[in-house]
Nanobody, 124 residues
Framework: VQLQASGGGSVQAGGSLRLSCAAS????????VGWFRQAPGKERDLVAR????????FYADSVKGRFTISRDNTKNTVYLQMNSLKAEDTAVYYC??????????????????WGKGTLVTVSS
């Protein structure tokens, strides 16, 4: 599995960005997919996750109501729509896949595949 993330950039507080993660080499339907982020000097944290087949979405409290994870299976792409961005959302964002959604430890150590990060900078 190969993942290609894109869509990062610079935006003012209150603005929006949509991140994309194009996947290739998929061989099963029960993957779990997540978006993580890592701010300078901080650990990589889970932002949102969902089943590759759809549903079972989860959001970190810090982004609930502002971010939306979704996927387009016809394009093998996962999205993270980020609205009402805040300065504290500034980080490198990563998409990641795991072999199965349920029973997975949703930490960086639990992920099987990673895309390269894409930088999101929110200025206040």
């Amino acid at each position: 599995v190969q993942l290609q993330a894109s869509g990062g950039g610079s935006v003012q507080a209150g603005g929006s960005l949509r991140l994309s993660c194009a996947a290739s080499g998929l061989t099963r339907s029960n993957y779990g997919v997540g978006w993580f982020r890592q701010a300078p000097g901080k650990e990589r944290d889970l932002v949102a996750r969902m089943r590759w087949s759809g549903g079972s979405t989860f959001y970190a409290d810090s982004v609930k109501g502002r971010f939306t994870i979704s996927r387009d299976n016809t394009k093998n792409t996962v999205y993270l729509q980020m609205n009402s961005l805040k300065a504290e959302d500034t980080a490198v964002y990563y998409c990641a896949f795991t072999y199965t959604y349920f029973g997975t430890t949703w930490s960086p150590e639990g992920m099987a595949y990673w895309g390269k990060g894409t930088l999101v900078t929110v200025s206040s």
